[in-house]
DNA sequence: TCGCATGCCGTACAGCGTATCAGTTTCGTA
DNA sequence: TACGAAACTGATACGCTGTACGGCATGCGA
C-alpha cells in the first residue's frame, strides 16, 4: 500500500500496476495477490491511507463553522499532496475505517447544538459536494501542464487556435473576453465558495 | 460518437474501447483512427455531444436564481441519463462548442444585475463544484447495486459485515445509530443544498 | 487510361488484470 | 529432531486494451 502511494504521488495512479507494485517490492505481479483479492482492493488501501491524513487528533473548534472549516482546509491540502484522489472519487471505492473516522469527526462538529440527524446529514452532504467539486477542480486544472509534458503542449497548441476560432466567432460575447483578457484571482476562491456554503446553512438554521 | 454514446449509455463507459465502437459500426478498430487521433478524443466528442442536452433555448429567467436553478435541474437529468459522464470529470476532457456555450449560457444569467467579471467567475465556479460534487455522488451511489450484479453482491456480503463491525465497536457513536437505522430522506438533498449555495451567494451580493 | 488521394484495415507490440497451479519456505506440533 | 500443513512466491497463459506501421482497394481529376 505505502508503496502504490509512493508510485501514484510520483506519477500518478496510472502508473500503479499490479507489475509495478509488485516490481518496485522486488517481488512478481501475482506475489501481491496473496495479500489483496483485486486490484481494487488496493485502491481502496490507498484510499483509506490518506484518509487519515485528513483525521485531527486535537479537539476541534467548539464552533461548528470554524471546526467544518479546519476540515475543509486538511482535506483540500491532502488532495494537493496526492492529485491522484480525485480519479478514485468516481470509482465506487469501499470505505475503510479511516474513512468512517472522518466522517464521525465530521459529526462531532454539531454536538451541542441540538441538530438533527436528518439535518446534520444533508449539511454535510452539501458541505461535502462543494468539496469534492472544488478538490477536483482544483487537481485537475494544476495537473493540465506537466502531466504529460510535450505531449500536452502539443495538444494545447491544436486545440487553443480552434477554441480561439470559436471565441472570436462573436457567438460568445460575455466569455470571450475573459478568455482573451483572463479573468485575475479567479482561481482563488476556496474560502469564499465554502463561506458561501456555510453561510447559507446558518442563515437556515438560523431561520428556523 | 452516437455509437459511442450508446454504448456507455447501455453497458458503461468501460465498454467503449476503440474494438467495441468500430464493431457497433460494422468497421474494424484502425478504421476509427482515420476520424480521430486518440481515444481520448472520441471520449471528448461524446463529452461534448451530451453537454448540448443541457442547453436551453428559450430564453431564461430574468431572476438569475431562477435561471441557475433551472440550468441546475437540466444538468442533474443529463446526468442521470448518462451516468458515466461523472467518470470523464476528473479527466482533463478538451472543452467543446456546446460546453462553451454552456458556459456561455450560465454568464448569461448575470445580465442586467451589474455582477463584475470577477465576481461572475466566482459565482459560477461555487455553483459549478457544488453541481459535480452532487452528480458524482448521486451516479455513484445509483451505480452501486446494479453495475456488477452477483459481483457486487458478494463483496458486499464480506464487506458489511466488516464494516458492521467496526461499527458495533463503539468507536462511532453517532454514525452508528445512522448506519443501522437508516436516514430517512437524506438523499433527496439536491434542491436544499443548491439553495444554501444560492442563499450565501446572494446575501453576500445584498450585504455589499 | 493513368496517377494519386482517400478511406479501410490486417498485423503486431507492449502493456494490462488475473486464473491456474506448481514450487518453496516457514512453522506448530509430536 | 522430524513431519505435515499452511503460507508464500511466482511462471505461464488468456483475453483484453490502445495504437504504430504499412499495404490494399476504391474513386476521381487530368
Known sequence: ???????????????????????ELGARAMTLYSYIERKEDLLALMHDAIAAEVLVDEPLPDDWREALLLLARREREMVLRHP?????????????????????????VFDGFGIDRLTAWRILAA????????????????RAPREQGINDAE???VAEPYIRELIEGGEFPRL?????????????????????VLDGIEADLHGR
Do not use: C
Not at 6 to 23: M, P, Q, T, W
Not at 85 to 104: F, T
Not at 181 to 193: H, K, L, P, S
Open 84 to 108: 491522484w484522489r480525485v480519479e478514485l472519487i468516481s470509482q465506487r471505492i469501499e470505505v475503510g475505517p479511516n474513512g468512517l473516522r472522518h466522517v464521525e469527526q465530521k459529526l462531532s
Open 176 to 196: 470571450a473576453p475573459m478568455i482573451q483578457e483572463g479573468v485575475r484571482g479567479a482561481d482563488d476562491n476556496f474560502e469564499r465558495g465554502l463561506s458561501w
Open 127 to 142: 458541505y461535502a459536494d462543494y468539496m469534492t467539486g472544488f478538490v477536483i477542480r482544483e487537481a485537475t486544472d494544476r
Open 1 to 23: 500500500m505505502a508503496a502504490a502511494v509512493a508510485i501514484a504521488d510520483a506519477e500518478g495512479l496510472a502508473a500503479v500496476s499490479i507489475r509495478r507494485v509488485a516490481a
Open 155 to 157: 495538444r494545447a497548441a
